[in-house]
């Protein structure tokens, strides 16, 4: 069994990039559940891209391949709203205040949040549609999480960031997993282990390794 590290995870975060209502994200959140599970040292950052914005649905043949990728199968239940154009602004607006004002609560909240949308079909655009996972998790968001359709001021400004550290990694795609140790930013490629979730641990693990040795030779 692989030995955890312990020295350097305090000076290690992981960045998730992603979109509630983004199925490549659904899949990839089983990794950084996994790795927050084995490395809970790790400073975990989940910063929410608001992709979907309202003015474009989920493709078929993408969530098919989505399917296919990670061998899982959509409700349909899932597959009746995604005939409807998709918009994630409140997630996006409630994850950034867990994110800002509970981070030990923000991935609960995202994976409930992903449970309610990909299983239940919750299509999550009203204050309403959260009740539940607010109650649950007993969360006190402000009104103004909920108030309008648009992002909140956090969620904008955390946006900046993400477009800054796309910029750094040369890609706009999400999901986006990457592994910061120090000064050093590694991508880990999610798409490796989404049929096995659990293997992404040793990955991570190698890195850190890596890191220490590094370290101990300079």
Not at 56 to 83: C, G, H, M, P, W
């Amino acid at each position: 069994m692989t030995e955890h590290l312990s020295s350097n995870e305090s000076s290690a975060e992981l960045f998730f990039l992603y979109d509630t209502h983004c199925p490549w994200s659904f899949v990839t959140t089983r990794l950084v559940n996994e790795i927050h599970k084995a490395f809970p040292q790790i400073t975990l950052h989940l910063w929410h891209s608001a992709f979907f914005d309202g003015s474009s649905n989920i493709k078929t043949n993408e969530l098919k391949e989505v399917e296919r990728l990670a061998e899982i199968n959509f409700t349909k239940s899932y597959q009746d709203i995604i005939k409807q154009n998709v918009d994630s602004t409140l997630s996006a607006n409630l994850m950034t205040w867990a994110q800002n004002k509970a981070p030990n609560l923000a991935l609960p909240l995202l994976n409930s949040i992903q449970n309610a949308h990909f299983e239940q079909g919750n299509q999550l655009t009203t204050k309403a549609s959260f009740d539940k996972i607010i109650d649950e998790l007993k969360l006190s968001p402000p009104a103004k999480v909920f108030k309008s359709d648009k992002l909140s001021k956090d969620a904008s400004i955390q946006l900046e960031e993400i477009f800054a550290l796309q910029e750094i990694i040369n890609t706009e795609a999400i999901p986006a997993l990457l592994l910061a140790i120090d000064d050093q930013l590694i991508l880990l490629n999610h798409n490796y282990y989404l049929i096995q979730p659990e293997e992404i641990v040793e990955a991570v693990q190698l890195e850190l390794n890596k890191h220490q040795l590094d370290s101990k030779n300079q």
